[in-house]
């Protein structure tokens, strides 16, 4: 099971007693794998799993999405709630017991092992998968250019009337995208003119894993003086973060981890004029350029270059 915690800072930890017991020992514990529920970056092939305890027995579990939450998170929300009262408050609280649809909802999108009346009283561990959570409210949401943070508040009352309560959040953050310096992509640039158009902006806040460049060429020499200083992969993508792929002059320095890099295509659009000048060629070259970062996450973009 993967679990994928970022190391941003803390944004809170609440543990509150609703009956005083002179210590911790009595109340339910609310655990992640990160002990300081530092946010978490949401990606659904990961998973964040908070698991729930109760030694008196639970009685009641909520997870609440205080308002300023983003309107599409309290959308999804307010689908899965059946208790009016949870619904249409300005904090909306899903009822993992006593609301049948939740736990429904909860049940049918695996966010939890258990939930519904069954549990009540129960003392073994609960588990909460909050990615899942989180790609349950989401659902049908086009999440490809979101950067934001939904806040959750996990309560847990047991049958003794100890109640823990832990504040959390995951980060939803945009896949990696591209500025071509204001040009349309689907626009082809005529070589001549390279000069104003190589450079290419990557933007992945979740930071960048890889590069890869597929090219799209009729010059025979043109893509033999490619392959002679880059690494092609089996589908015929160039890695452009490898060490062969270096002679070709797209960075200086390394791009792996940062939020943000600027590719320089000046070496490969001079020598790609070049041959096709020689061979007085006006046909079009495409430049498929794919980021991927490290959740896993792919945007890309394809870049024309023209003869005339």
């Known amino acids: 099971m993967k679990r994928f915690f970022s190391l941003l800072p803390v944004l809170a930890l609440i543990a509150a007693c609703g ?35 109760a030694l008196n027995g639970v ?44 736990a429904q909802a909860f049940l049918n999108g695996k966010v939890s092992a258990k939930a519904g009346t069954s549990i009540r009283g129960t003392k073994d561990p609960l588990e909460i998968n909050l990615t ?18 939904v806040r959750f508040q996990l309560d847990v009352v047991d049958q003794s009337e100890y109640r823990t309560t832990q504040s959390m ?25 390279y000069e104003r158009f190589k450079n290419v902006r990557i933007l992945a806040p979740a930071k ?6 597929k090219v799209n060429s009729p010059s025979a020499d043109f893509n033999k003086w490619l392959k002679d200083r880059s690494a092609v992969n089996a589908a015929g993508y160039i890695d452009v973060l490898s060490r062969e792929s270096a002679m070709l002059k797209l960075y200086t320095g390394s791009p792996a981890g940062a939020e943000s ?16 000048d020689k061979e007085g ?18 945007g890309s973009v394809t870049l024309l270059f023209g003869g005339e």
């Open 19 to 53: 009956k005083v017991d002179g210590g911790f020992a009595n109340r339910p514990s609310i655990v992640g794998e990160d002990p300081f529920f530092s946010q978490i970056e949401y990606a659904p092939s990961q998973e964040s799993i908070i698991t729930v305890s």
């Open 59 to 102: 009685d009641m579990i909520t997870m609440s999405l205080p308002s300023g939450n983003p309107d599409f998170i309290m959308d999804g929300a307010r689908k899965i709630i059946g208790i009016a009262a949870n619904r249409n408050s300005g904090t909306l609280v899903l009822d993992m017991i006593d609301d049948s649809s939740v």
């Open 132 to 149: 899942r959570l989180v790609t349950l409210l989401t659902s049908g949401a086009d999440l490809s250019a979101v950067n934001t943070v």
């Open 169 to 193: 959040s995951v980060r939803l953050s945009p896949v990696p995208s591209f500025q071509w310096d204001n040009k349309t992509p689907s626009t082809p640039v005529p070589l001549a003119s």
């Open 208 to 213: 960048i894993a890889a590069i890869l460049l």
């Open 261 to 276: 890099c600027v590719l320089d295509f000046g070496e490969i659009l001079s020598n790609l004029k070049l041959y096709a």
């Open 281 to 298: 060629s006006t046909a079009t070259h495409e430049f498929r350029l794919t980021a991927v970062d490290e959740l896993g996450r792919e």
